[in-house]
Nanobody, 123 residues
Framework: QVQLVESGGGLVQAGGSLRLSCAAS????????MAWFRQAPGKEREFVAA????????KYADSVKGRFTISRDNAKNTMYLQMDSLKPEDTAIYYC????????????????WGQGTQVTVSS
């Protein structure tokens, strides 16, 4: 099984940037499709971005398109989320997750998860 650990969260002012990392251990995740989700207080976990096993295909939620960039380095067993032009509504706990066959936007389709990292954007 793959274990995931997120890092890079923190407090940033609106308009600022953060780069989240998701480090995998246990086995290589090079054959898995990966994604970022987020959950704000009192809200359901929502899809943010997904990336194919090769990194050639990506998918974004409309709310982050053009501001966030997902990427991965299979040699380092690490996935990233570059977040620019952050808004207060981006405040949430951000989770990385993985699954096998294909990219997906439903959290219930992901097999393994990290513990999350808090992102807080002040206005």
């Amino acid at each position: 099984q793959v274990q995931l650990v997120e890092s890079g969260g923190g407090l940033v002012q609106a308009g600022g940037s953060l780069r989240l990392s998701c480090a995998a251990s246990g086995r290589s995740f090079r054959n898995d499709n990966m994604a970022w989700f987020r959950q704000a207080p009192g809200k359901e976990r929502e899809f943010v971005a997904a990336i194919s096993w090769s990194g050639d295909s990506t998918k974004y939620a409309d709310s982050v398109k053009g501001r966030f960039t997902i990427s991965r380095d299979n040699a380092k067993n690490t996935m990233y989320l570059q977040m620019d032009s952050l808004k207060p509504e981006d405040t949430a706990i951000y989770y990385c997750a993985g699954r096998g066959p294909s990219m997906a936007v439903l959290p219930t389709l992901y097999v393994y998860w990290g513990q999350g990292t808090q992102v807080t954007v002040s206005s």
